[in-house]
């Protein structure tokens, strides 16, 4: 395991921590999905896995609570879309411009739609904690439905984003950056997009959509 020294007081951290909390709580209508539950899921892993790779791990942490803000901003959007939002809460909390805009960069870097193979190692921490939450058995069960609330999509935009977004990146070994997560997770990345390449499918035949109809009426 390799350390770096950080660059970013744990004071600050808390701050950032407590004021999207707050937004959080305040908005808890708006984010069924992107809630406090999955800032601070990925907050934590995203950190576990900074210390690992030799991240700076405070910058990591401060990247992941605020990497979802843009779905406060606008429904279903990309992570560039709460960049104004993301700067005044970063700026309000304290941290350094010239941070703010690497946390911005680690943010971009890190969005499943467009990451590639060789992204920093925050952004490979940060993505590493993001997938992980969308691989876990339960996120579909438990939780694609608020997903779905959230976002105003249907079952099949759904799993047409999953797939389009998530299969070529797993299929090309990169879907998890830490081996150690690859090692112990990707037969849950692996089932989950079998599960959604099944979904798509499914939703193709006559009888299944006339069930999803059936069933939303």
């Known amino acids: 395991m390799r350390t770096q020294e ?3 007081d744990h004071v600050i951290v808390d701050a950032v921590g407590n004021r999207v909390h707050r937004l959080c709580r305040e908005y808890a209508d708006r984010l069924p999905f992107h809630g406090w539950h999955h800032v601070n899921f990925v907050r934590t892993k995203a950190a576990g896995f900074a210390r690992h790779n030799g991240a700076d791990a405070a910058v990591v942490e401060v990247a992941a609570l ?3 803000v843009n779905y406060l ?3 279903n959007s990309p992570a560039a879309a709460g960049r104004s939002l993301r700067r005044e809460i970063l700026a309000e909390c304290g941290v350094p411009a010239w941070i703010a805009r690497w946390i911005d960069e680690i943010v971009d870097e890190a969005e499943m739609a467009t990451r590639g193979r060789n992204i920093s190692l925050e952004a490979q ?4 904690a993001d997938t992980l939450f969308k691989a876990l058995p339960v996120t579909p069960v438990v939780l694609a439905h608020r997903y779905l609330r959230e976002n105003g999509l249907s079952l099949r935009e ?3 984003k999953i797939v389009g977004e998530q299969c070529d ?3 090309e070994g990169y879907y998890f950056y830490n081996p150690e997560a690859a090692a112990t997770y990707s037969r849950w990345a692996t089932a989950n997009l079998q599960l959604w390449r099944c979904i798509k499918e499914a939703v193709d035949d006559p009888t299944v959509a006339e069930l999803l109809d059936a069933v939303a009426s």
């Open 6 to 8: 950080s660059t970013i």
């Open 66 to 68: 605020v990497h979802d």
């Open 73 to 75: 901003v606008l429904r």
């Open 125 to 128: 921490a940060l993505s590493d």
């Open 158 to 160: 759904l799993a047409d």
């Open 169 to 171: 990146v797993h299929d």
